[in-house]
C-alpha cells in the first residue's frame, strides 16, 4: 500500500516521462518497476536519484554483477523488501547463479554475525589495520 | 576498551591455541588480529565463529575479494568500526584498489538511500520480481 | 498477525479504560488506533508510553507537524511498517502536504546516502563541530 | 564529546536534582553515571526517561539481571557504545559471570546471521508460528 | 514469497536430510519450519547454520528461554518479521508468560529510546564502566 | 583514522576544486569539512553527492532548518557519529535552540522506543491507515 499513487508513463509529467524515457532506453527495456512509478509523483526526485543509480551501478572499477550483490548485502541488512526482491531480480538478469546467491546470502549472515561480536565485545581496532 | 581481556597465543587454552594455529596456518600469517585473542577468553566461541568464517570465506562460486567487499558492504551499513577496519584492509591484501573502493562505498550510500525511499513509499513489490 | 489479542474499549481493564478515554480526550476523536488496542494487553506498558507520547508530541519548542515529520524520519530509517503509516497519517492530519512528504523522503533517503559514505569511509570529526 | 553540558547535582535545577536523588535513592548509591548528567540539561527528558527506567527495569515477571541482558542484547544490535558499557557494568553488578556473557553475546550475533538469511531469503512465516 | 523454493525432507539431498533428522531428533518434534527448508536449498549453510544454532541454544550459563528471549530482543530491534513470530514461538514452547513476554516488549522498546538519547546527545563514557 | 587521504583544496584535482569551490559559494564560507575532503578522492561521487546535498537541502516545501532536523533523526537512529556532529552543527548555525535539540532527540528516542514495540508486538496496519 504506497504512501502515493503510482505515476504510470502515460499521466507522468513531461519531466517524469523523460526519466521513463532514459530508463527504458538505458536498461533496453519497455518495463518500468514501481519504485519509479512511485518516484514519478516528485520528479525532482525522480531524476535526481535515476541519475545517481544510473552513474553509481554503470560498469567501472567493480563490474555490474558485483554491485547488484553489493546492493543485496545493503538490502539485506536493512531488511529492505521491496529492495531485496528488485535487486536479487537485476542480479539474477545479469547472470547470479542459485550457487552464488547462496553463498552472498551467507556471508551477509556471518557478517552481521560478527558486527555484533566485534560491537558487543568493543574489540580494540589493530594499528595494523589503521591506513597510514 | 574490551569487556574482556584479550588473550594472546602464550596465554591461551589449548582449545584456542588450536584454533590461534589454524587461523595463521590458513592465512599464512604469524600474526591474528583482536577479534580473535577477545574470542579466545571464550573458546567454543572462537571455534565455532572461526569454523564459519573458514568456509564461508574460502573461494567458491564467489571470489574471496568479492566476499571481503560483501563484508564491507554490511559492515559499513552496521556502522561496525572494527568490522570496517578489518576487512577493508583484508580487502586491500586481496588486491582491492582505491577505486573498487571508491565504487563499493558509492554502491553502498545510494543502496541506503534508496532502501529508505522505498521504504518510506512503501512501494509494492512488483509481480515481475517474485520468484516463481 | 499481532502477538496478542488486540483489547477492545468493552472488553479493557479499567486502567486501560483510563487511557483509552484519555487517548480519545486528548486527540478529540472517538477512535483508537491498533497500537493502542495491543498495549492495552499490558497496562502498565499502556499508560506508561502513553504518556510518554502525551507529553512529547505535545506544542513545545517545535511545532507538532515538525514532530511528527522526525517520528517519520526515524520509522523510515528503521522499516517500521506500521510506524510510518501511523505517522505519516497522523502527519497528514496535522497538514503534511504531498510536496513536504517528498522533500521529507528526499532528505531522508540523503541522511541514509551520507550516513553510511561517513562510517564507510571514517571520517574525522572536524574540531569545528565539537561543541566546547 | 557530548552535545550539552553535562549537569552536575551542584549545578542542577531542582527538578533535576529530585531526579539525582531518587536515581541514587533506588539504586542505593551516591554516584550517578553521564547519561543522566546530560538529560538533566533537559528535566523534563530526564524525568521521564528515568520514570520508565524505574518502572521498566524493576523485577516483575522477569528479573532485574535478565532485563539487563535484554538490555545489552538491544545496545549491541544496535553498535550503542554507551550504552553496551553502561549495560554490561549493571550486569555485572547485578551478577552476570563470565560464561553468562559470552553465552548472551553468542546468541546476539547467531540472531543478528539468521535474522539476515530469514529476511535475505524473504522466509514466509509457518502457519504454525501465528498466535490464534 | 521467498528467494527459493522450499525443499521439503522427501525431496532433499542426503546431506539435508541429515540435518533435518538432527533437527528433529534434537526438537524431539516430527516437524521442521520453513528456516530450515529454506537454507536446506544450500545444505553447507544449512548444516553449518543448524551446528551453530544447536551449540549455542543449548542450556549452559543461561537457561534456553533466556536464550529465547535475547533472541526476540535482537530480532524486534532488527524488524525481522520471521524471527520475531518465530523465536517468540519458541519462548512460548519453553513456558514464556504474557506476562514475561510484556515485560521483555517493554525492556526491548526503552532499550531502543535510550540508546538513541545516548547516541544523540554523545554521551561519554564513565570511566566506572570501562573493564580494566 | 579516515580510509583515503584526506585531500586539501590545494591538492585536490580540477573537478574536486569546482566542487570545493561550489560549496565555499553557496554556504558563503571559506571553510569545507572533512566529509567532502574524504570525498574529493573520487571526484565523480564528490560531485554527485554535493549535487544532491545542494538540491535536496535547499529551501523548499521545508525550510532549511527542518531538513536539518530530519537529518539528525536520522543519524542519531543510525548512530552515525559523524553525520550527528555535522549535521547538529549546521542547523545550531542555522538558529537551533538548547531546547528544539532537546525536544527533536525526545522524540527520536521516542520513535525508536514506539518502533520496537509496534514490530515486536506485529501490529496490524489500521485500515483507516492506509491512503486510498
Not at 36 to 59: D, G, I, N
Not at 116 to 124: F, H, I, S
Request: proline fraction near 6%.
Amino acid at each position: 500500500m504506497p504512501m502515493v499513487k503510482l505515476v504510470e508513463y502515460q499521466e507522468a509529467s513531461s519531466e517524469a516521462r523523460a526519466v521513463f524515457d532514459d530508463i527504458m532506453a538505458t536498461r533496453k527495456t519497455d518495463w518500468v518497476n514501481n519504485f519509479w512509478k512511485v518516484l514519478a509523483s516528485h520528479p525532482p526526485t525522480m531524476r535526481r536519484v535515476w541519475e545517481s543509480v544510473k552513474q553509481v551501478m554503470a560498469p567501472g572499477a567493480l563490474d555490474p554483477l558485483t554491485k547488484e550483490m553489493l546492493y543485496i548485502a545493503v538490502s539485506v541488512t536493512n531488511a529492505c523488501e521491496y529492495c531485496i526482491h528488485s535487486h536479487t531480480a537485476a542480479a539474477r538478469a545479469k547472470g547470479l547463479t542459485d550457487a552464488q546467491l547462496a553463498e552472498l546470502l551467507a556471508v551477509v549472515g556471518l557478517a552481521n554475525q560478527t558486527n555484533a561480536l566485534a560491537d558487543g565485545y568493543r574489540v580494540p581496532v589493530d594499528p595494523q589495520f589503521v591506513p597510514r
